[in-house]
């Protein structure tokens, strides 16, 4: 895992979860409280609600991205940058301050302005992008988006969502965004699920990653809140997400979002990392996921044999027993340990389907057909 440093502020796998509040200086922008044209009220809005609660990221959006707006022009966010280079001139916390923009100019004016990041919604459309990134030195996070400036996040196919991030590249201190939300018609919350089921699979193209998931639809409709009444569903999912391998979570309850991003901090599995000698453990759970580092790594194996599985197994019969033995017998890399409690088996993915395959026993290969079939 590249971990990237951010003026300062380190993030990826080893550092805490890192908060990134929001600050909208654009009066289309759906949340309110949020949302500010006077540069000393921004101001006092980041230090009391973003900083003091806990925001390491303060990311400052100058235009809505909601796709029932027009999208504005480079000129037209430059004519609004002037008021959020104000407002971050005016905060007395200390935080990191990205500048929102799908624009290589806006981009460069806010760094000149004083912004430590860049947060682009449209992923290197703009293919001018990440050679100013890279120029500046400076973190970039990178949502996955069509090649095109005018639909960012507009992409459905999980598959199409993780080769998009791909567009221009990326720079050492890229840090991907996986673009949970509406940002199509066309894509679905059952699509976010997906994406959010498959999270592991970010970590692939070795950078840190961003969600945004905070009080959004595909969570909101499984328990049947509104807006205002999702931040559980957020906090539970965030604290998710974090076991998944995130380490930016972006949000408007930054006090909140930071107790859940706590808790997922703690109980997320301890991976080995020693880049002193080159040492990193991969937190893969699934071919898939052993597929994505294999192409990052340009290595040639088969994924299943990546990932084990353990399956028990209970009431064989004597008959079933002694199939069960003579079959694992004959596949390298299956096991099975028989107890007075049950049976166990286990070994790669791939051992365990070609064991399934080759089970001739009648009542035995109903079984390993089940498994079979939740490996598949």
């Given at each position: 895992?590249?971990?990237?440093?951010?003026?300062?502020?380190?993030?990826?796998?080893?550092?805490?979860?890192?908060?990134?509040?929001?600050?909208?200086?654009?009066?289309?922008?759906?949340?309110?409280?949020?949302?500010?044209?006077?540069?000393?009220?921004?101001?006092?809005?980041?230090?009391?609600?973003?900083?003091?609660?806990?925001?390491?990221?303060?990311?400052?959006?100058?235009?809505?991205?909601?796709?029932?707006?027009?999208?504005?022009?480079?000129?037209?966010?430059?004519?609004?940058?002037?008021?959020?280079?104000?407002?971050?001139?005016?905060?007395?916390?200390?935080?990191?301050?990205?500048?929102?923009?799908?624009?290589?100019?806006?981009?460069?004016?806010?760094?000149?302005?004083?912004?430590?990041?860049?947060?682009?919604?449209?992923?290197?459309?703009?293919p001018e992008m990440p050679r100013v990134c890279a120029a500046y030195?400076?973190?970039?996070?990178?949502?996955?988006?069509?090649?095109?400036?005018?639909?960012?996040?507009?992409?459905?196919?999980?598959?199409?969502?993780?080769?998009?991030?791909?567009?221009?590249?990326?720079?050492?201190?890229?840090?991907?965004?996986?673009?949970?939300?509406?940002?199509?018609?066309?894509?679905?919350?059952?699509?976010?699920?997906?994406?959010?089921?498959?999270?592991?699979?970010?970590?692939?193209?070795?950078?840190?990653?961003?969600?945004?998931?905070?009080?959004?639809?595909?969570?909101?409709?499984?328990?049947?809140?509104?807006?205002?009444?999702?931040?559980?569903?957020?906090?539970?999912?965030?604290?998710?997400?974090?076991?998944?391998?995130?380490?930016?979570?972006?949000?408007?309850?930054?006090?909140?979002?930071?107790?859940?991003?706590?808790?997922?901090?703690?109980?997320?599995?301890?991976?080995?990392?020693?880049?002193?000698?080159?040492?990193?453990?991969?937190?893969?759970?699934?071919?898939?996921?052993?597929?994505?580092?294999?192409?990052?790594?340009?290595?040639?194996?088969d994924p299943g044999a990546a990932v084990t599985r353990v399956f028990?197994?209970?009431?064989?019969?004597?008959?079933?027993?002694?199939?069960?033995?003579?079959?694992?017998?004959?596949?390298?890399?299956?096991?099975?340990?028989?107890?007075?409690?049950?049976?166990?088996?286990?070994?790669?993915?791939?051992?365990?389907?070609?064991?399934?395959?080759?089970?001739?026993?009648?009542?035995?290969?109903?079984?390993?057909?089940?498994?079979?079939?939740?490996?598949?």
């Amino acid at each position: 895992m590249q971990n990237v440093d951010a003026a300062g502020l380190g993030i990826g796998d080893g550092y805490p979860t890192r908060i990134m509040g929001v600050l909208n200086v654009s009066k289309e922008s759906p949340y309110k409280p949020s949302v500010f044209d006077d540069p000393g009220e921004a101001a006092e809005y980041v230090d009391r609600e973003l900083i003091d609660q806990g925001a390491d990221i303060v990311d400052v959006g100058l235009e809505s991205a909601n796709k029932k707006f027009e999208v504005l022009s480079a000129d037209e966010e430059l004519d609004r940058l002037d008021t959020a280079i104000e407002t971050i001139q005016s905060v007395s916390g200390d935080a990191v301050f990205s500048i929102e923009t799908r624009y290589h100019e806006v981009a460069e004016a806010a760094l000149d302005g004083g912004f430590d990041m860049v947060n682009d919604i449209c992923g290197f459309a703009d293919p001018e992008m990440p050679r100013v990134c890279a120029a500046y030195d400076v973190a970039v996070a990178k949502m996955a988006s069509p090649p095109d400036l005018e639909r960012p996040g507009a992409i459905e196919d999980v598959d199409d969502i993780y080769d998009a991030l791909a567009q221009n590249g990326l720079t050492d201190k890229t840090i991907v965004d996986p673009a949970f939300g509406g940002w199509s018609e066309a894509k679905t919350l059952d699509d976010d699920r997906e994406t959010f089921d498959r999270l592991r699979e970010f970590r692939g193209y070795g950078q840190p990653i961003l969600v945004s998931i905070n009080r959004k639809n595909f969570l909101r409709e499984l328990a049947g809140r509104d807006t205002e009444d999702a931040l559980p569903v957020s906090l539970a999912a965030t604290a998710m997400a974090i076991e998944r391998g995130a380490h930016v979570v972006r949000t408007h309850d930054v006090a909140e979002t930071l107790d859940a991003a706590k808790i997922g901090d703690r109980f997320t599995r301890a991976r080995l990392r020693a880049p002193d000698i080159g040492v990193e453990e991969l937190d893969v759970t699934t071919p898939r996921e052993a597929e994505r580092h294999l192409a990052r790594t340009g290595a040639e194996a088969d994924p299943g044999a990546a990932v084990t599985r353990v399956f028990e197994l209970s009431g064989l019969s004597a008959d079933e027993t002694d199939a069960l033995g003579s079959l694992v017998a004959t596949h390298p890399g299956v096991e099975v340990a028989q107890g007075p409690g049950g049976t166990l088996l286990f070994g790669s993915v791939s051992s365990l389907v070609s064991l399934a395959q080759d089970a001739d026993h009648e009542e035995l290969a109903a079984r390993l057909d089940a498994i079979h079939g939740a490996l598949a």
